[in-house]
Nanobody
Framework: QVQLVESGGGLVQAGGSLRLSCAAS????????MGWFRQALGKKERELVG?????????YYADSVKGRFTMSRDNAKNTVYLQMNSLKPEDTAVYYC?????????????????WGQGTQVTVSS
């Protein structure tokens, strides 16, 4: 069992930066690939932002955030991060951390087994 708690969301002006953190509990954190998803108001589905493998040396990003967002993880601290730079108003959403039992990258929400409660990110223009 893995429990996830996100933090670091907030209000930022366009062009600014935020760093989200996701703290995980559970002894097998390092065996899980992790993902960040987001869900904008009125959208039915959560959109993949990025995913990182268990070792932290392989990542995948949605085209909409590529070059602006960076995922990383510290398995010793049971924490995964999402550094968000050059934020745009269209990045406004609730951001969710997720863990999958897979060791490799997972790009769809259905592949994830555990979810955090979400943290709001609002980017003003």
């Amino acid at each position: 069992q893995v429990q996830l708690v996100e933090s670091g969301g907030g209000l930022v002006q366009a062009g600014g930066s935020l760093r989200l953190s996701c703290a995980a509990s559970g002894r097998t954190f390092s065996r899980h690939a992790m993902g960040w998803f987001r869900q904008a108001l009125g959208k039915k589905e959560r959109e993949l932002v990025g995913t990182i493998n268990w070792g932290g040396d392989n990542t995948y990003y949605a085209d909409s955030v590529k070059g602006r967002f960076t995922m990383s993880r510290d398995n010793a601290k049971n924490t995964v991060y999402l550094q968000m730079n050059s934020l745009k108003p269209e990045d406004t959403a609730v951001y969710y951390c997720a863990a999958t039992a897979r060791w490799v990258l997972a790009t769809t929400a259905s592949q994830y087994d555990y979810w955090g409660q979400g943290t709001q990110v609002t980017v003003s223009s």
